[in-house]
């Protein structure tokens, strides 16, 4: 299904030009929509695309039933009172493709749930039991994004944590939950820890149904409290980007005492005499929302890359990266994609990253409007993403790493987060830099949490590569993604 994309939108765009250049804000980015299908075939049923105004959401009612038009509108219209409009901008996942049956439900008690990426609604359950509507809606969205982003639902750790981010949402929305989650005491937190060490299938079982000594929903709870944890220990986490994050990342907080790491007071960019002079200013301003390096004082550090995907550059940084097991970060422009679809699912698959970087590579400062660097360069590009990786990036890079103030609150209020770096060795400028300058100068300016950025895009780049892997390593240095880093999951 993806090779007749990539062959389609590939001729359709061979036009289009191409690189990391500084295109000007003049440049009206090429809209990108993703057709919507007006049937599906799920299970052996078909379904019909239900044009809706009501919600977001593409809707599908199956064929071989018949519906009161206006029960379903009902319904949609609960959906959007009770979990859309709450949700708001926060996350991209909202989207997800209904479907909706008349029929009784075979997965459970409710009326509506996640199955293989789609939400499923059986409306004459969902009719009686309209209160529970909105919970059991969100549930559905916070599976679905995690089975979008290749999350194994089989996994015992993904299971309990995908309950507790549930359970996190419903709260903070203030919807209506069917179980709430026990007290953890020292007691039942010293046997759930206990239990997690098992591996037999008694104790999974134990786990996700409870039982008397583990008490029901404890093994949940105790994930909801690492959850806790781990955003207290990464400034700027919130519940909206952990929705993207590992299970295993947070797996790392199930533990009886918690004790916050420190963190930096001080952030710039190494490479600039100033620091950084107005990017290191907004660090301050606006913590949380906007990056130039890692709060920690842990020996990691993120290699980033923008500017791609480059045939014949992406291509050799990611076989480096490969052979030395190393996960990166990588920045990319909405039309170098719609040229070479294929080289994004390559950096996808190989478990990097995916950012935006807008769609042509314009200085986000001449905007006069935020509204206007979204709709020309940032939701083109997350649109495209989404089409062909299931899910919209997380994290955007500002080409120059020029943005305005009101622009990175903006981005933050639709469940983006603005990033910049800490080491610029200018490998885009080969006629001055050579690939030891390169080298040189990120292995100088050597720092715990530092956000290096680099372009595959240049010989330079990709000559340099392995002298900075190397040298890092030796000090101790432990290369990460930017969601490792920051504590920030990968997709809005």
């Keep these: 299904m993806r090779l007749v994309w990539i062959l389609i939108w590939t ?6 030009g191409g690189g990391g250049g500084g295109n000007s804000a003049n440049n009206t980015a090429i809209p990108y929509t993703p057709e919507v299908a007006s049937g599906l075939q799920y299970l052996d049923r078909s379904y019909a695309l239900l044009p809706s105004e009501l919600i977001a959401n593409h809707v599908y009612l199956a064929d071989d039933e018949e519906f009161d ?6 319904v949609l219209a609960q959906v959007q009172q009770q979990a859309l409009a709450p949700l708001g901008n926060k996350t991209a996942s909202k989207n997800a493709p209904i479907l909706i049956r008349s029929g009784v439900t075979a997965t459970g008690d409710e009326a509506i749930y996640h199955q293989n990426g789609y939400i499923v609604v059986e409306l004459s359950q969902a009719q009686a039991d309209e209160a529970m509507i909105g919970s059991q809606f969100v549930k559905s ?8 982003l ?3 639902s089989e996994r015992l750790f993904e299971q309990l944590f995908s309950l507790a981010l549930y359970h996190h949402t419903a709260m903070q929305l203030q919807l209506r939950i069917a179980n709430t989650l026990p007290e953890l005491d020292d007691s039942t937190h010293y046997q759930a820890l206990s239990a997690l060490n098992e591996s037999s299938s008694v104790e999974q079982k134990r786990w996700l149904e409870g039982d008397d000594d583990l008490i029901e929903n404890t093994g949940v709870a105790l994930f909801s409290e690492a959850l806790k944890h781990y955003m207290l220990d990464h400034p700027g986490s919130d519940l909206w980007s952990s929705l993207s994050v590992p299970s295993e990342d947070v797996a790392e907080y199930l533990v009886a005492e918690f004790l916050p790491r420190e963190v930096k007071t001080q952030f710039s960019i190494r490479t600039e005499a100033d620091g ?16 130039l390096e890692g709060f920690h004082f842990d020996k990691t550090v993120a290699l980033t890359f923008d500017d791609g995907p480059s045939p014949g550059y992406t291509e050799q940084v990611l076989d480096i990266l490969s052979r030395h097991q190393i996960k990166a970060t990588f920045f990319v422009l909405g039309n170098q994609i719609s040229m070479y679809p294929e080289m994004l699912v390559d950096i996808h698959q190989a478990g990097h990253v995916v950012a935006n970087h807008t769609w042509d590579h314009p200085d ?3 905007f006069t409007h935020s509204s206007d660097l979204w709709a020309e360069q940032i939701s083109p590009t997350n649109a495209i993403i989404q089409d062909i990786l299931g899910f919209e ?4 890079r500002p080409p120059y790493g020029s943005i305005k103030g009101e622009q990175i609150q903006y981005l933050a209020n639709r469940g983006m987060r603005t990033i910049n770096w800490s080491i610029d060795p200018r490998d885009w400028d080969t006629q001055n830099n050579d690939s030891e300058d390169v080298s040189n100068a990120v292995i100088q300016h050597i720092h715990a949490g530092g956000i290096i950025l680099l372009h595959d895009a240049t010989d330079v780049t990709v000559d340099s590569l392995e002298a900075i892997i190397t040298d ?8 990460v993604t930017l969601g490792k880093l920051l504590g920030l999951g990968v997709a809005r």
Excluded: I, N, W
Aim: aromatic share 18%; proline share 2%; charged share 15%.
């Design 393 to 396: 990036p997380l994290l955007f």
């Design 69 to 74: 038009l206006a029960e379903v509108e009902a």
């Design 150 to 152: 290749g999350f194994s």
């Design 11 to 16: 001729c359709l765009m061979s036009g289009c």
């Design 276 to 291: 950084g002079g107005d990017y290191q200013q907004q660090a301050y301003d606006y913590t949380g929302a906007y990056y």
């Design 141 to 148: 969205l916070v599976l679905q994004k995690r089975h979008q």
């Design 472 to 479: 890092y390593k030796a000090q101790g240095y432990e290369f």
């Design 364 to 366: 986000s400062t001449g």
